[in-house]
């Protein structure tokens, strides 16, 4: 059966413009970090990605060492890409990183020439993609001088294999720094993918919102539920072994009871605003312009759906929003 987007997708989610760029993205992004891959039967991944273009998101997240195994979520995307998305390219905005341990030795990671050359590269063929609109830098390089990493990215750039470049996980100082390279380069730099949401407001707190909106760039929260801990899934007790991410490490340092006791009082006000803690979680971030889009995942169109519902509720009064400070104090 040859697919049709739902004529009615840009009606379904709010889009927002990066700074004061030429590139609009969908509020909600689509991650493939840990959710399609080569583990995940094609049609449910098919369906998955096909919902979201026809519920409004058009921006899919991508890295070159995501999925079950490096490059697969990629190669799952491109599948879906071909049979299904290429005739809407020109609507989709597609993104990748390079610099987590891509391939063996040790050309296989960070940020050197050689090693981001050849990582997108392997990226548009995985795909079947000419260009990528967003291609990032994915973690700081401590060995190799910033400025070789920034002038590959800008020569990407003007070799027509990128239109705008980011960086990700990079501190408040760090993006300053290379954002000074790319403003005297003339590269096109959009912003900053990190991890952000309610229990991680590091981004707000060290300033990096705002050095990015000083450079004309935006923020991408990925990370928006905290690996779950913002849904319900929680709210009857975190186990021992749950799967923290490395961000988000530091919620832990008062004890689980703690956290557990902030989940159950957010989840308490999410429910006197008729949304689910997720729906809060993400419509919290959209409150700040300099968010340019929030980096969702799912494996299930269900759950997919349901953080969509965000939008029925995504304004805050004040007293709301104190009293989510006050519950995070």
């Known amino acids: 059966m040859v697919y049709a987007a739902n004529p009615n997708r840009y009606e379904k989610l709010p889009y927002r413009r990066v700074s004061d760029s030429g590139l609009i993205v969908p509020a909600l992004s689509f991650g493939l970090w840990r959710n399609l891959g080569d583990q995940m039967p094609l049609a449910n991944s098919r369906e998955v990605i096909l919902t979201a273009f026809d519920n409004g998101i058009f921006s899919f997240d991508n890295a070159s060492n995501y999925g079950p195994g490096n490059g697969t979520a990629e190669e799952t995307f491109g599948q879906v890409y071909r049979s299904d998305l290429r005739p809407y390219r020109n609507e989709l905005v597609i993104t990748t990183k390079a610099g987590y341990h891509m391939w063996p030795g040790p050309l296989g990671q960070f940020s050197g020439k050689k090693t981001l050359v050849n990582a997108l590269d ?54 300053a720094a290379i954002a000074k390279i790319f403003a005297d380069l003339g590269t096109p730099f959009i912003g900053n993918q990190v991890s952000y949401n309610m229990l991680n407001q590091g981004a707000k707190n060290s300033g990096l919102l ?34 923290v991410h490395q961000t988000n490490e530091f919620l832990f340092k008062n004890g689980k009871q703690a956290l557990e006791n902030k989940l159950r009082a957010l989840n308490d006000l999410a429910q006197s605003r008729q949304q689910t803690l ?6 919290w971030l959209l409150q700040d312009r300099r968010v340019a889009s929030v980096v969702i995942g799912a494996s299930k169109v269900d759950h997919l ?25």
Do not use: C
């Open 210 to 243: 705002d050095i990015l909106d000083q450079h004309h760039a935006g923020l991408f929260a990925y990370g928006p539920l905290a690996e779950g801990l913002l849904t319900d899934r929680y709210l009857d007790g975190i186990p021992d072994d749950f799967p």
């Open 305 to 329: 759906l349901g953080n969509l519902q965000f939008t029925k509720h995504p304004d805050f009064t004040q007293d709301e929003l104190a009293r989510i400070d006050e519950i995070l104090a």
């Open 122 to 175: 392997l990226s548009l063929q995985r795909m079947g993609l000419d260009y990528v609109d967003i291609f990032y830098a994915h973690r700081w390089d401590p060995e190799t001088r910033l400025e070789e990493t920034a002038q590959t990215l800008d020569l990407l750039v003007r070799q027509g294999k990128v239109l705008y470049v980011g960086v990700s996980n990079y501190t408040a100082e760090q993006t």
């Open 278 to 283: 997720s729906q809060m979680s993400l419509a």
